[in-house]
């Protein structure tokens, strides 16, 4: 598994001396423990999904949720900080190549200030 946290790395390696345990006692043929290798070869797996959803849900958040600010390139002309798309326009708070949520300098009293424009 990549990029386990401490607590899951943990948990993981308690299950695999314990499937590794259950593998030993299964050489005798005892349903039991091929079946209790079944459980903690399941468990393990739901783990590591998990650990694989949560990074792909964090790095969707960044991309679509998380603002990045546009990099102008000239008069009214920006382009985006992920995928180097052009943005003309400035009714846009999505990329319309990649998706990457953008963020637009504005005023507000008086102050420039980051924003989306809703």
């Keep these: 598994m990549k990029k386990t946290s401490k607590y899951y790395k943990k948990v993981i390696s308690q299950l695999e001396d314990l499937y590794q345990n259950s593998k030993d006692m299964a050489k005798d043929g005892s349903k039991v423990w091929r079946d209790d290798m079944e459980a903690l070869q399941v468990a393990m797996d739901i ?3 998990y650990e694989k959803m949560s990074e792909q ?3 969707l958040v960044n991309k ?3 603002g990045k600010l ?3 390139r000239n008069t009214g002309i920006y382009s985006c900080p992920e995928c180097g798309s052009l943005i003309k326009k400035t009714n846009r708070n999505h990329c319309y190549n990649c998706g990457q949520r953008i963020l637009w300098l504005k005023k507000k009293d008086g102050k420039v200030v980051k924003g989306n424009l809703r």
């Design 47 to 49: 783990i590591e999904d």
């Design 57 to 59: 849900v964090s790095r």
């Design 64 to 66: 679509y949720e998380v």
């Design 70 to 72: 546009l990099v102008k």
